[in-house]
């Protein structure tokens, strides 16, 4: 880049913010890195996601709330933020039917806040991660952005859908530029420890039960990290090509089943699984898969890596955690 760029990412010391934080800083950015450090999961992962950071002299960390409106003013008045990168969110579909109270307040009140701060600064520029869970139990597969999105079936869900409609009314308002990234089951080296891949590796190893939720025949697009940060990377090129508003699905447009995903790290581990069968969990889909044509175009996004080697490059860095 001829001139180096300042950009605020939100949720940055998380799983997939510090990897998009650290690809950006070797891209020759400057990254303002806003997190919370809650205790959702331990905040000391979040700061060892981001250790490497620390030093670097284009990384800036900011402890702060996306629900403290004063803060966030303040923060967007003292650093010269040139776009913003919002993926701080309280995530899990599970915990948010127990406490859908705290979701409402951190996705969608928080984006708000966002959202109001950077029109208030002029920022034209803004991507927004958005959720697979949006489709709901979307019969048509593989799920296009097109598709009705009015009947989620968790409170998480339903934020991520209000916060694409919050974008774009400060699209239609205020001119400013955004993207809303469909993100589809993530996973990758840091993955967030109550997340399936993690979490079935961790009771593999012990030699614990695994909770097998139904049948087994749910399926999901998993999507490797290094791929999502491409895809990252692409919809900010794009919210700079003018004046865009866009929702774009970024998967692997695979798809896997959850006895499949569970074979894999049998094989991976040499170890044999304990299955545990339970009953379906309310909230939870039947099965994702994006179709990522919209991706392809707008983004030129072109996810390289197959479940087959992102599973063996998550459990490679898992044996040595």
């Known amino acids: 880049m001829a001139e180096k760029s300042s950009v605020l990412v939100t949720g940055a010391a998380g799983f997939i913010g510090s990897h998009l934080t650290e690809r950006l800083l070797q891209d020759g950015y400057s990254v303002f890195a806003l997190d919370n450090f809650c205790d959702f999961y331990d905040p000391y992962i979040k700061r060892t996601n981001i250790e490497n950071c620390l030093h670097n002299p284009d990384f800036t960390l900011i402890e702060a ?13 003292l650093y010269p933020i040139d776009m913003v990168i919002h993926l701080a969110a309280m995530a899990g579909v599970r915990p948010s039917i127990e406490n859908p109270g ?20 002029g920022i034209k520029h803004f991507v927004f991660a958005s959720s697979s869970s949006v489709y709901g139990n979307n ?17 998480y869900a339903a934020t991520k859908k209000a916060g694409e409609l919050f974008c774009h009314n400060w699209h239609h308002h205020f001119g400013m530029s955004i993207v809303c990234l469909r993100l589809f089951t993530v996973y990758g080296p840091r993955q967030r420890p109550d997340l399936a891949i993690h ?4 009771l593999l ?21 290094a791929d ?24 692997e447009s695979e798809t896997i089943s959850l006895a499949a995903m569970i074979n894999y790290l049998e094989q991976l581990s040499g170890k044999k699984a304990h299955r545990r069968a339970m009953p379906m969990q309310s ?16 983004l030129n996004y072109s996810p390289r890596t197959s479940f087959r080697d992102g599973i063996a490059l998550w459990w490679d860095w898992f044996s040595r955690q």
């Open 199 to 202: 979490k079935f590796s961790k």
């Open 65 to 77: 709330d996306i629900r403290d409106r004063e803060r966030l003013d303040a923060v967007f008045e």
């Open 205 to 225: 190893t012990a030699d614990e039960e695994i909770p097998v939720f139904g049948d087994g025949s749910t399926s999901r697009d998993y999507t490797y990290v």
């Open 228 to 251: 999502v940060i491409d895809g990252i990377l692409g919809a900010m090129n794009y919210v700079r090509s003018g004046n865009r508003y866009e929702v774009i699905n970024l998967g």
């Open 139 to 155: 019969k048509n597969l593989p799920y296009k952005e097109t598709d009705p999105v009015d009947t989620p079936i968790s409170p």
């Open 102 to 121: 705290l979701y409402n307040d951190v996705n969608i009140n928080g984006t708000l806040n966002l959202l109001e701060a950077s029109a208030k600064k």
């Open 283 to 298: 909230g939870d889909l039947q099965h994702t898969f994006a179709d990522i044509s919209k991706a392809r175009e707008l």
